[in-house]
């Protein structure tokens, strides 16, 4: 619908003086919300009237019919009769709680000072609600309380080292955001925690049982260590001694297998030398054999043996230079056979000395 003339010009009237009004920041009781702003009376004639809004206010109007309206600010149409503009804080706020007191879940009294900061976001809804604010403080001093009894005193101890009050705000911001209408006037945007009093009594009492548990803590740690060492020292003696034992079996291992040796070299010096013996022998009676003798003799029978005795030597030297495996099943053979070879050149060696009219000897007495 087009605007007529008239309303255009009473629209300008209006604004103008209104405009010349102009209008200040408005100061605000920590509890109280509104303020009163003006009364002004709508005439017939002009129907209008210009509304200014401080800066940190909304506008809440009441008609004539007595109801409630949110305006902004500037010109505004209305109906003739009589209106009452009130002022309602868009600014945010902080309040303190006093001190709230109440039993821990663990048997403690604690005592919170807080400061909740919070902001208007309906301010029609927010006249709805009788003494806003002493209804949202006391709304949140029974949280506050809940949280106190629902927890322990190390949990709340917690909450009072945290920032924005941890714990604490996220519970009551939660129980807050389930309150209607409140929710939909307020929104809480912090809380500080002012002040955390514990019962003295109880205090020195939990302070006092956790000495003691640090103490028995440090006394079994002691303890166990000790233990500890001792078994250690336990283990470390038996590992010395099982070591002993083995270094000495070790010892007298290789002592015995040094004494062994002994023996065998000390065998094998006078296998040696009585073999160097015999094949001295028989050599020298092979050597007489050779030799022409003014004495009769049998020719043929010395040529045997002295060929016997040489295949005998023979055979007595391969075994010193290819000796039988040292295996033990065939030790016992080895030396039987050596004898049986070192016999036969003895006795071959006697045999021809005799036929040459010279005298045998026994190798073995001379090794």
């Avoid at 925690?193 to 440090?218: C, H, P, S, W, Y």
């Avoid at 003799?297 to 495996?325: G, H, Y």
Wanted: with cysteine; net charge negative; hydrophobic share 35%.
């Amino acid at each position: 619908m087009q605007q007529s003339y008239w309303d255009y010009l009473t629209g300008e009237w209006v604004s103008f003086w209104g405009r010349r009004r102009g209008s200040s920041e408005v100061e605000f009781d920590p509890r109280t919300l509104s303020v009163f702003g003006r009364q002004f009376q709508i005439s017939f004639l002009l129907g209008a009237d210009y509304i200014n809004l401080p800066p940190n206010a909304y506008g809440i109007l009441v008609h004539p019919d007595g109801t409630n309206h949110r305006v902004n600010g500037g010109i505004q149409r209305l109906p003739s009769g009589q209106y009452t503009l009130y002022y309602v804080d868009n600014h945010n706020r902080a309040n303190d709680i006093d001190l709230i007191s109440e039993m821990t879940q663990d048997g403690e009294k604690i005592s919170l000072r807080i400061c909740i900061h919070y902001r208007v976001i309906d301010p029609l809804i927010l006249t709805e609600i009788k003494d806003p604010v002493e209804t949202l403080l006391t709304t949140i001093s029974a949280d506050v309380l809940q949280y106190i009894r629902t927890r322990n005193r190390s949990e709340i101890a917690d909450t009072a080292q945290e920032k924005n009050g941890g714990q604490l705000f996220r519970f009551i911001l939660e129980r807050h955001n389930g309150r209607f209408p409140l929710s939909r006037a307020f929104i809480l945007t912090g809380l500080e925690l002012k002040e955390f009093i514990g019962d003295q009594t109880f205090v020195a009492m939990r302070r006092d049982a956790r000495v003691d548990e640090m103490k028995n803590q440090l006394e079994k740690a002691r303890t166990e260590y000790h233990q500890e060492l001792e078994r250690m020292g336990i283990k470390h003696k038996t590992e010395m001694e099982k070591n002993a034992a083995a270094h000495e079996k070790e010892k007298q291992d290789i002592l015995q297998q040094v004494r062994l040796r002994d023996i065998q070299l000390d065998d094998a010096r006078k296998r040696s030398q009585r073999r160097h013996d015999r094949m001295s022998q028989a050599v020298e009676a092979i050597t007489r054999a050779m030799e022409p003798s003014g004495y009769p003799r049998n020719a043929n029978e010395i040529k045997a043996i002295a060929t016997e005795l040489l295949t005998a030597m023979k055979d007595e030297t391969a075994e010193e230079i290819n000796p039988i495996p040292d295996v033990a099943e065939k030790a016992a053979q080895a030396t039987q056979q050596k004898q049986t070879n070192g016999d036969k050149v003895e006795k071959l060696t006697n045999r021809l000395l005799s036929l040459l009219g010279g005298h045998p000897t026994d190798s073995a007495g001379q090794g």
